[in-house]
Each structure stands twice: as structure tokens, then as C-alpha cells.
């Protein structure tokens, strides 16, 4: 049984450019979230995906923004990217939204913007 | 404001010795929390999970405690080894519509052998 993986591991792009991360969740699972961690942060929440919608976003700008497939993968985009957007963006998953419900989370993505 | 705080930042011990990491959260209305490790530029490995209805769950040698009126956990660790080094992190869930973590900045543990 996969658990959540995420691709691609390492990226670097440069200031302005446009990126698109990948996640797809535990076999069973129906719902993804997002978070970014800087470094020696915690991470933060970004947005999580149900049904194909976004439920909740976190403090972060519109520049963010994903998508979730009918599989239930989905995709984190960052426009116009700034030097702080350098972190790891970890993705995790869960049956159904819920706070019962454990979240697992995948290996990340080291993200470097020069 | 919801909010998680670990204290240390940093701890350093001898192999063999037993440790506590500490976690405080600002709003007792807490549905449960987690911790997790986290190796060097990887991702998360959830250790243990604590209902608001639980005071404490354990695993092995980890033991995690959850006070919900004075807003504390803790995560006990017995005979550390050299491998528990790593950092360590505790995450509020406090419900509603969705499973949104709130995170700690993390303890990182070095246990020397």
C-alpha cells in the first residue's frame, strides 16, 4: 500500500516564474491538504481539498492555488514566485475532512527559489 | 489566536537518558494533537495521537501526556538512543471543518552515544 508521495523531491526556479507540485494521497483517502515549512519552522497550513473543492485556506496569498482531481491527487501552483517562497511543502492526506480523521503526510518538496 | 509553542528549541543528551519535550497550546479548546519526528529535509512521521478525551497514549518508549486546562503536552522519551535524534514537533487539531494542523516550531533532539 503506497503511502502519499509527492514529486518532483527538488525543484529550483527563479524569481517570477510559475510552479506546480505534485501529491498523490494514501490508497482510501479522499481528502489532501497542503502546508509550507521554512526553514526551522513549524509547517503552516495552506489549503486542504475535498471533493474537488477547496475547504479552508490558511494566511496565504492568492498567488497559491490547487486543484484536486477526480482520483483525489492534486496540485499546489505558485505564481510569480518571490525568494520566500523557498521551503518545504509537505502534502498530507486523510478519509475525509474531519478532526477525527489522522492526517499522513508525504516526504516533501524542497522547493529553492533563486 | 491559536497557537503552539515547544520549549527547548534545542536539546542534547547523553545516550541512555530519559527526556521530556514540552507543548503548549493558547486555546484549550483543543480536539486533539499530535506529534511527529522529522528527520534532516524530510518529511513527517506521526509518533502519536492524543484525543481531547485521553491524557495519554504510548508507544514503546515514547509516552505523550495531554493537558487540556493548563494547555500542555508532553512527549516522554525512556532510554534514548542515538537514532531518536531528529526534530520533534507538536500539532493542535481543533476541529470544525476540516483536519487543519497547527504546528509548533519543533524540538530538535541530538542524544549522543
Known amino acids: 500500500d503506497a503511502g502519499v508521495t509527492q514529486s518532483p523531491t527538488h525543484l529550483i526556479k527563479t524569481r517570477g516564474q510559475q510552479v506546480t507540485l505534485r501529491c498523490s494521497p494514501k490508497s482510501g483517502h479522499d481528502t489532501v491538504s497542503w502546508y509550507q515549512q521554512a526553514l526551522g519552522q513549524g509547517p503552516q497550513f495552506i489549503f486542504q481539498?475535498?471533493?474537488?473543492?477547496?475547504?479552508q485556506r490558511g494566511n496565504f496569498p492568492d498567488r497559491f492555488s490547487g486543484h484536486q482531481f477526480p482520483n483525489y491527487s492534486s496540485e499546489l501552483n505558485v505564481n510569480a514566485l518571490l525568494l520566500g517562497d523557498s521551503a518545504l511543502y509537505l502534502c498530507?492526506?486523510?478519509?475525509?475532512?474531519?478532526?477525527?480523521?489522522?492526517?499522513?503526510f508525504g516526504a516533501g518538496t524542497r522547493l529553492s527559489v533563486l | 489566536k491559536q497557537e503552539v509553542t515547544q520549549i527547548p528549541a534545542a536539546l542534547s543528551v547523553p545516550e541512555g537518558e530519559n527526556l521530556v519535550l514540552n507543548c503548549s497550546f493558547t486555546d484549550s479548546a483543543i480536539y486533539n494533537l499530535q506529534w511527529f519526528r522529522q528527520d534532516p529535509g524530510k518529511g513527517l512521521t506521526s509518533l502519536l495521537l492524543?484525543?481531547?478525551?485521553?491524557r495519554e497514549q504510548t508507544s514503546g518508549r515514547l509516552n505523550a501526556s495531554l493537558d487540556k486546562s493548563s494547555g500542555r503536552s508532553t512527549l516522554y522519551i525512556a532510554a534514548s538512543q542515538p537514532g531518536d535524534s531528529a526534530t520533534y514537533l507538536c500539532a493542535g487539531n481543533y476541529g470544525g471543518a476540516t483536519n487543519k494542523l497547527i504546528f509548533g516550531t519543533g524540538t530538535l533532539l541530538a542524544v549522543q552515544p
Open positions: 481539498y475535498y471533493e474537488e473543492e477547496e475547504r
Open positions: 492524543i484525543q481531547s478525551s485521553q
Open positions: 498530507a492526506s486523510s478519509w475525509r475532512a474531519g478532526a477525527k480523521n489522522i492526517q499522513y
